[in-house]
Every structure is written in C-alpha cells, then in structure tokens.
C-alpha cells in the first residue's frame, strides 16, 4: 500500500477532492491524503499454482517412488516468476506439476489448444505448442513467446 501525504488541494471542474470550509488551525492550507493500493490479486487457477508450488518446495527425492529428484530451487524460482510477470496477459493457465528430472511444468489449455511450459533445473525455459493433441511448435520459452501469446488469442 502506498500513501501521499499532504496532497496539495486541486479543484478538478465542478467536483473537488478538498473540503471547502475545513482547515487546520495552525495551517491556512487546506490538505488532503490518498491512499493507493499497490496490492496483487492473483486469479484463483494461479493462485492455486503458487500454493502447490509452495509444496513443490518440500518434495524430497524419490518423491514418486521411481527414482525421480524433487524440483530445484531454480525451475520453481523461474516458474513463480513467470506467474508473476504473466499473471495478467489473456493465458489459460490450467496446470501445474513436478517433473522427474526437477523440472517444473506448467501448463495451458483451452479447447483443442495447450501449451507446455517446462522450467528446467539449470535456469532454462522451454516450450511445446499443441493443437488437436499435435506438437506445432517446440523451442525457447524466450524464443517462441510471441508465439504462445498469439496461439491462445488468435
């Protein structure tokens, strides 16, 4: 939350923020407050992928009985911040699970669309379009984010 203090008073057109009449008796100027709220309010699919990334956290190895290592630290960091930073744009977030190499994948669905978004161990993103259940594009999550945009909203 974020407040200014000491606003000076301003009359916009016939509406004013001020109150006229009122003053401080040791100002002769009339002052106001705003407040602004900076707050974040996540919708509920990616609030729910943040809490089980949460959980992610606390995965030991073996976690599915077959061997498979918990997610690192970096592929859930990357993953958090792509919710982050993407949380807003016009994408159909849908799922979110462990891999067994500690990967992170997050993924995209609406009707015959999907998107896979792998955030791998080592820092990197990588990316696989679907349509009708068939791989159309595979590469970069740098590379192809236009991409991913432009196939859920085209």
Known sequence: MQVLLSEPSV???RNTSTLHGVTDPMSNQVSSSTVLNNSVHFAEPIAEMFKKLNRLEN???NWDSY???GPSRRAISQ???FLMRNH??????YFIAPGVNGEVMVELQQGSKAAELYFL????GELVLFENDEAIAEG???????????????
């Not at 807003?88 to 977030?93: D, G, S």
């Not at 999550?141 to 085209?154: C, E, G, K, P, W």
């Open 11 to 13: 009359a916009y057109g």
């Open 67 to 69: 061997g498979a290592e």
């Open 140 to 154: 970069s999550l740098d590379a192809l984010f236009r991409q991913l945009i432009d196939h859920f909203n085209s």
């Open 121 to 124: 161990p080592e820092g990197e």
């Open 79 to 81: 993953a958090r911040s």
């Open 59 to 61: 995965l030991a190895p």
């Open 88 to 93: 807003k744009l016009a994408l159909p977030f």
